[in-house]
């Protein structure tokens, strides 16, 4: 007889979270049952697992690509925390964040993401952003200013994609999207993960907003383990990279001189020879004779700033947190008179503070986070930068910055400043007196942002094997308002001298305007609230050890309503006041096959405000394929050698709704302003009657109006060698059609008071990134190299524009780069009157001998707008690169690292105009000072020089200036440049045997350093630092020496 029995395996649910031996988390780690391959799961975002495993089966093995395999027996527990360690051949950022809470092996990676160590990122500043220029391969960046609170580094992944004018990539900061100024001030102490999204299937995920490619950043997160204290303190001396030379105040008024002469010689001079002979001559009076350097009166050759950043970590089995706070002061280069009882150097101050909590639950995991940013930039009225043009525009030999009290005047309370007026009956002043600009007071701008957000992970693998859900809300809210006091200084000037005596006498420039007071005035608060909830579904199952899937589906909204936020400087509109709201869906699905064979599909369903209802939402795609080749067979005979051999290749549609301005929204619906001034009227003769407001089509409805699109490919190789280097390549071709643009071709007879606009637009991005990489590698048996190099080639152009039909082709702008600048080529300057009168007609104001002659290109006899053509390279950078290493002995280690770019040209701007965007270099016009570079090379009737570098001198903005300031090769200089952007030299007092003694003083870690960043660079331009390009007038970037120190407790 047969007995049948039936019996029922026991199972039991493990789980636990994953850490490496420094108790950081990590996610994406292989959770598996031994001899068990169904039973496998994956570590999250937050490092935790829950595996369900039969009771026969005990034995759990943990797996990682760059740590060491664990096999560990659970023993019946329930709960299991491990610690990786990591492998011998370990690789650098072994997993990725790629979005959205998920993560995968860098091996596994389909799409073109660059990560970057924070480490890597802390530079002596205060400005993240001035961290990312050669640090990454496919970010092109640059930094235009050093001004503190002012000083953000421009930056493009991939270069310039669009040539709409919102082209800056998305920035997510623990998956919310977050400004330029919220990146800056970051501290990377807080910083776990920073990743550059750059290709289709990297960035399909989060739909239109991905179009010009992601940066992804993560804060840190609480570990398991004892409380730890981290505090950082810095202090940093800065000062300008390099000074521009002035002329001498005797140089600037003798040449003042030349400059009317030469082009007036029947002109009464500026300067008398009794003013020339005395200034600075000893025992001469210095307020009848004045040589002020306004430079070396109101400008510190350096300033200091300070750095302080703490943090608390730690945490047990039920909840981990992490929580810091870091304080940041940066000063700038203006004197603080004593004269006065407030600061009116430029100054700005930060507070940031970070709390992360993780609750862990059976299944569930709870992530608190909350965070807040104070910002407070104080400042002359002027702002720092403003103070500097006003003292790089400001005669040093008009009048001294301030005058004496003499026996009229001393019984006045206020300081007497010096000027000049157009006539003795005006009462207004002439001229900028910088030292009254500094002293009349101050302005504050502050600013605060504050974030909560809530983070709920569940595991749902007892349903589904494999199934995990998240859900995340955030609400923040930013705020920022600004203040003014200041009072109306009292000018005057000199009214008579006795040579004789020595006596002078000052009359008041204005008084019944200045006051001795300080008045109040505040802006409208800016507020932006913003409300964001995501949602997310996740999926990961290995069959038969060799098959892996996984899925990913996202639904996220976002509201954001601002007010106060003004238009073209306007008041707010009906546009800005609106909430912006979008949202989408979007999802991933991947298969591997035996970590050789690896696909992938990605896509994004979005809708926009911005389209009518027929143009609204769209659907946009992305697959993505890889080839481990050193995972075959065939290659093991090289696997020693060629550790990794892998090739990737992409192609996605990405959707882009930001077209147009920044406040530019429902292109479907007209806008009409009902009280325009442009249009306004009056009845009768009665010029004095106040005007009655028109009414103003701003914009016609265009409902078809729609996505801008950007057709993405990618196909990169892969390349490791003896476990110790790594190379990158990626080739890309992104071409973008749909891109809105003003019609040309509609005639004015039509009547239309507005142009109409349209997707009309394309264009073509190109280029490659490199990125090579060498990890730590032993040199006997104390000292340790590591390097790595990165190139970024980004190339643009036109393939359709919508221009006039030029009969000159050479004008168009197809088949040139998005930042092409178009001008005349300068052949040399005019001899005399005859080569003036020989050559062909110049139409750009009065010209004479000295001044710059340009090719009649066309051949038509007169130099108009038909000779312009392209010059030169684009304004932003097409190459930049980056190289560095780090060498170590023990505890010690050195740390160089350099910056180049390339591709560049900019110019010189040679006009007199005094807005922060046209700050010109002209001298003598509007009192604009003279560059010692112009003293030693320009044409002069006794240096006919017709190469000289500026031409002949002018003082009347009518004569020559005009001709000579138009675009043209003749100021054109070549932007690249190599620069040592940071050096450093560090002990670690924890690797050098005095452990022990740090161990009894309950110190974990003990490290002092000192580095320097801007330190040195070489350009083929010398007037100012290249990187300013054309900007060279403007508040200087700044070399930083810093020292700091670092200890955990």
Known sequence: MLLSVTTFAQTREVYGTVQDSAGNILPGVTVSTKNES????????????????????????????????????????????????????????????????????????????????????????????????????????????????????????????????????????????SSVDDLAILQTDDLESFSVMKDATATAIYGSRGANGVILVATKKGYEGPATVSLRLENTISQPTKQIRLADPITYMKLHNEAILTRSPLQELVYSYDKIDNTGKPGANPFVYPMTNWREELLKRSTMNQRVNANL?????????????????????????????????????????????????????????????????????????????????SNQTLFPAFFEPDEKTAHLNHILFGNTRLSIKDELPSSYNPYADLMRGYQQKNRSNMGAMLEFNHDFSNIIDG???????????????????????????????????????????????????????????????????????????????????????????RDKLQTGIRLNGGPATIQTSLPFRNMGISGKMSYTYDSRYFAEFNFGYNGSERFAKAKRYGFFPSVGAAWTISNEK??????????N???????????????????????????????????????????????????????????????????????????GLFNNYIFNVDLYHN???????????????????????????????????????????FIGENFTLSAFGNFTLAKSKYTKFEEPDYDESYRSKIGHSFKQEFGYIAERLFVDEADVASSPRQTFGAYGAGDIKFRDVNGDGIITGRDQVPLGF????????????????????????????????????????????????????????????????????????????????????????????????????????????????????????????????????????????????????????????????????????????????
């Open 467 to 557: 199934l995990k859900f998240r859900v995340m809300g955030n609400t923040s809210r930013q705020s920022s308002f600004s203040i003014d006091r200041a009072y109306n200084p009292f000018y005057y000037d000199l009214g008579s001298y006795n040579a004789q005596t020595g006596k002078y006498s000052i009359n008041a420039i204005n008084p019944k305007t200045g006051t001795e007071f300080l008045n109040f005035n505040e802006s409208v608060p800016e507020v932006f609230s913003i409300m964001y909830l995501e949602s997310t579904l996740t999926y990961a199952k290995t069959i038969a050890e060799k098959h892996n899937l996984s899925g990913l589906l996202v639904y996220n909204m």
């Open 735 to 777: 071409r973008r059609t749909n891109m809105l643009q003003t019609r040309t071709d509609i005639p004015s007879t039509m009547g239309l008071a507005a142009t109409p606009r349209d997707n009309i637009g394309e264009g073509v991005s190109k280029g490659i990134d490199i990125n090579a990489t060498m990890n730590n590698k």
């Open 645 to 719: 051999f892998r090739l990737r290749g992409t192609y996605g549609i990405i959707g882009y709704d930001a077209i147009g301005d920044a406040f530019d929204r429902f292109f479907y619906l007209s806008e009409i302003d009902m009280r325009s001034n442009s249009k306004s009227y009056r009845f009768g003769s009665n010029l004095d009657e106040p005007s009655i407001l028109g009414i103003d089509v701003l914009r016609y409805a265009n409902e078809n109006i729609t996505w801008e699109k950007s057709y993405q490919k990618n196909i990169a190789l892969e390349l």
């Open 634 to 643: 065939f290659f093991a005979p090289l696997k020693k050698s060629i550790t």
């Open 874 to 1049: 684009p304004t932003t950078p097409e190459i930049l690169y980056g190289a560095g290493f780090t060498l170590g002995y023990k505890g010690a280690h050195l740390s160089l690292f350099f910056q180049g770019s390339a591709r560049q040209s900019f110019w010189i701007n040679a006009g007199a105009g005094l807005v922060p965007d046209n700050f010109g270099t002209a001298p003598f016009i509007g009192d604009k000072q003279l560059l010692q570079a112009y003293v030693d090379d320009h044409w002069s009737e006794s240096n006919r020089n017709i190469y000289a570098l500026w031409p002949r001198l002018t003082a009347d903005a009518s004569f020559g200036l005009g001709n000579n300031s138009v675009n043209n090769t003749w100021f054109m200089r070549d932007g690249s440049f190599i620069r040592l952007k940071q050096a450093e030299i560090d002990y670690n007092f924890t690797q050098n045997g005095s452990k022990g003694l740090l161990k009894r003083a309950h110190i974990k870690q003990l490290r002092i350093y000192a580095n320097g960043s801007n330190l040195l660079v070489w350009s083929p331009f010398k007037l100012w630092d290249p990187e300013m390009a054309g900007s060279g007038l403007n508040y200087p970037l700044q070399r930083v020496f810093n020292m700091g120190i670092l200890a955990s407790f």
């Open 38 to 177: 169904s039973k496998t799961t994956t570590t999250d975002v937050n490092g935790k697992y829950i595996i369900t495993m039969s009771d026969s089966k005990s034995i759990l093995v943990f797996s990682m690509v760059g740590y060491s395999k664990q096999e560990i027996d659970t023993k019946g527990s329930t709960m299991l925390n491990v610690v990786m360690k990591q492998s011998p051949d370990a690789k650098l950022d072994e997993v990725v964040v790629t979005g959205f809470g998920s993560t995968r092996k860098r091996t596994d990676m389909i799409g073109a993401i660059t990560t970057v160590r924070p480490s890597e990122l802390k530079v002596p500043s205060s400005n993240l952003t001035q961290a990312l220029q050669g640090r990454i391969a496919g970010v092109i960046g640059f930094q235009r200013s050093g001004e503190p609170g002012l000083d953000d580094a421009d930056f493009y992944i991939r270069g310039i994609a669009t040539f709409g004018t919102q082209n800056k990539p998305l920035i997510l900061i623990d998956n919310i999207e």
């Open 313 to 393: 970590s730690g945490g047990g089995q039920l909840a981990r947190y992490y929580v810091s706070g870091a304080f940041t002061q940066d000063n700038g280069l203006l004197k603080t008179d004593e004269r006065n009882t407030f600061s009116s150097n430029a100054r700005n101050r930060m507070v940031s503070l970070l709390s992360n909590i993780t609750l862990n639950f059976k299944r569930s995991t709870l992530l608190i986070r909350l965070n807040g940013q104070f910002e407070q930039y104080s400042g002359p009225i002027p702002g720092g930068a403003g103070m500097y043009r006003n003292i790089m525009r």
